[in-house]
């Protein structure tokens, strides 16, 4: 059996303020598909077309959590990366997102914390006609090195 050796994200100690990252993403039927189905959620404003046309919306949205998950799923692979862990999420949605719109989420180390070892990350995210869509504030504790991740260096 061949296991690879595990890759841990940033420690707290190769964060700085300023650290970024960009990433877009498409919302495509099986993301919103996925997410109906692990959470039961039936809520028609998110898949009855015929439903989501006689609301202010005219069409279905794409649930908020979806977008929150992709988030936390960015910070889990890049910012800081894989052993992170969010403690604290505020989140602000200021307009809807449609199926299938493009979205680019930008993300922002603001405040590094070594004292509480927490990680500060602003999120702006824009749909592809540049109107915001949501802010939002994580709070992540980065990974920590293990014993046999020190013993290798």
């Known amino acids: ?22 990433v877009t993403e498409t919302i495509e039927d099986s993301q919103l598909l996925l997410y109906l189905g692990i959470t039961n959620d ?4 998110y898949i009855q077309h015929e439903y989501a046309k006689q609301t202010e919306y005219g069409e279905p949205i794409v649930p908020s959590v979806l977008l929150m998950g992709i988030i936390t799923s960015a910070i889990s692979k890049h910012l800081p990366g894989p052993g992170s862990h969010v403690v604290n999420f505020s989140i602000n ?5 449609r199926h ?10 603001i405040k590094v914390d070594k004292m509480k070892d ?3 990350i602003s999120v702006e995210a824009t749909n592809s ?25």
């Open 1 to 22: 059996m061949i296991i690879k050796p595990k890759k841990i994200g940033k420690t707290i100690d190769e964060i700085e303020e300023g650290q970024s990252l960009s």
């Open 42 to 45: 039936s809520n028609p404003l």
């Open 129 to 153: 006609e540049e109107n915001r869509i949501l802010d939002a504030v994580v709070m992540v504790k980065p990974p920590v090195l293990l014993a046999e991740d020190i013993d290798k260096n």
């Open 93 to 97: 949605f200021m307009e809807e997102v």
């Open 118 to 120: 927490v990680v500060t």
């Open 100 to 109: 299938y719109e493009t979205v680019t989420f930008q993300f922002e180390v």
